[in-house]
């Protein structure tokens, strides 16, 4: 497969012409192919999941992006805060640049603390098969600064924020619907938590306020969602965030070690 690269140029096609790493069931690295031909083909490959929090006054609330109408898979549903394949030869560690490319955030893989990996089949008809490796990751944004929101045109519609608490309830089946804020885009900042202090500029939350519920989200296993939020809950705890450390800076997540299919404990990170 490799080779198949090797005739083709370099790698530097965009979206579905991109190549990518693909696998075995058992993980064993097979070669390199196009984006496009690993769904045709149903290869597995991976993909980097960044889940993005903020500090606010009543505890941590989670970023969610509703997905650009004009995108193939899942148009204008509500989806985790940044997502994106892997290149052939990358590393989760390069999957941060998702961060900047869709929302405008600068962040550093030492920034990142590992909440695990999952697999997914999702297949559409016999000529296309997705079979991803999400590693996913939790990045607490530093409450002191301003959030700059510049999401990709392209690729992101709008951006949400929603209660940690309240979308466990409804990924759980104990509410129907979450309201959700949605957040400005190109740098105004919204008010609460640490901006007040400084007397910044910020929208207010009125008229910002919309509902939604579990089919608004890009139909994956309710039980990745339930998993992934409830292992934030349990990082939060973990990294020592509470109301107070809400007010000031995000603390340093503790440094992650290494990978495995169970819940990381430490937390751990994915090796390269």
């Known amino acids: ?12 096609e965009p979206d579905d012409e991109e190549w990518v790493d693909v696998y075995d069931e058992d993980g064993r690295m097979l070669g390199e192919v196009r984006r496009h031909d690993a769904h045709r083909l149903g290869l597995w490959h991976r993909t980097f999941h960044g889940w993005v929090v903020r500090c606010a006054d009543d505890g941590w609330r989670v970023v969610v992006q509703r997905r650009h109408a004009a995108k193939e898979r899942h148009p204008g ?18 999957g941060v640049r998702e961060f900047a490319e869709e929302l405008g955030l600068v962040v550093r893989p030492d920034d990142l603390t590992y909440l695990g990996e999952f697999r997914h089949v999702d297949a559409d008809g016999a000529n296309w098969c997705d079979r991803e490796i999400w590693t996913v990751f939790l990045y607490v944004l530093p409450a ?4 700059v929101w510049r999401f990709h045109p392209r690729e992101v519609a709008a951006l949400y924020e929603a209660r940690l608490p309240d979308l466990i309830a409804l990924f759980c089946g ?11 885009h190109h740098g105004t900042p919204v ?22 519920r579990r089919d608004d989200f890009v139909p ?4 990745y969602y339930v998993t992934v939020l409830e292992r934030m809950e349990r990082a939060r705890a973990r990294l020592g965030v509470s109301l107070t450390a809400c007010a ?9 070690q290494h990978a495995t299919s169970r819940e990381p404990d430490g937390p751990e990170r994915p090796e390269g």
Do not use: F, Y
């Open 1 to 12: 497969m490799s080779n198949e690269r090797e005739a083709h140029g370099q790698r530097c």
């Open 220 to 223: 994956r296993p309710w039980s």
């Open 77 to 94: 549903r509500l989806d985790v805060s940044v997502a994106g394949h892997l290149r052939a030869g990358e590393t989760w560690r390069d």
């Open 144 to 147: 002191a600064d301003p959030i």
């Open 174 to 184: 104990d509410r129907e619907m979450v309201e959700m804020t949605r957040l400005p």
């Open 191 to 212: 008010c609460g938590g640490a901006q007040a202090h400084a007397g910044m500029p910020c929208a207010t939350e009125r008229n910002l306020r919309e509902t939604a």
């Open 248 to 256: 000031g800076a995000a603390p340093k997540p503790k440094a992650p």
